[in-house]
């Protein structure tokens, strides 16, 4: 009996658990843009609401894409917290234009070369992050509203 609940009290302690890795810190609060939205994978219908995602400007030319608690399928066992670096984009006024290709992402600190990240599209206006892009073979969207 006491295995039993040794082996329950386990199971339930790993299925609340979720990898992760340590949130970025950010130097200078004025170049990130934090939004909550919903991911969606059109092959699948499956989707992600109220996900938070984060981008960090790291300099004039690159920027970084963080996910947290992300999940891309109702049968991933947990979610994650990914990275997607050095992303090229461009700035006009308020508004931000980023793009990429051939993108390895990270998440809790290892590169996932099996997902890697192709036509890597997005934006971030006045009050939304928007973006699109394929992890390996399998495409998704995310639309979020921008935390003022």
Aim: aromatic share 10%.
């Amino acid at each position: 009996m006491k295995k039993i609940l040794t082996l329950i009290a386990l199971v339930s302690v790993l299925s609340a658990c979720h990898i992760t890795s340590k949130e970025p810190e950010i130097k200078d609060q004025e170049t990130a843009y934090e939004a909550y939205g919903v991911l969606t994978i059109p092959t699948s219908g499956f989707t992600k609401e109220n996900l938070r995602t984060k981008v960090i400007l790291v300099d004039d030319e690159l920027l970084d894409i963080y996910m947290f608690e992300v999940k891309f399928a109702t049968m991933m066992p947990v979610t994650i917290d990914m990275v997607i670096s050095n992303v090229s984009y461009t700035k006009t006024g308020d508004a931000i234009e980023f793009y990429g290709d051939s993108i390895v992402p990270t998440a809790a600190n290892k590169p996932y070369e099996k997902y890697i990240v192709t036509d890597l599209k997005g934006y971030i206006s006045a009050d939304s992050l928007c973006l699109s892009n394929n992890y390996g073979e399998t495409p998704s969207v995310y639309a979020g509203k921008l935390v003022k």
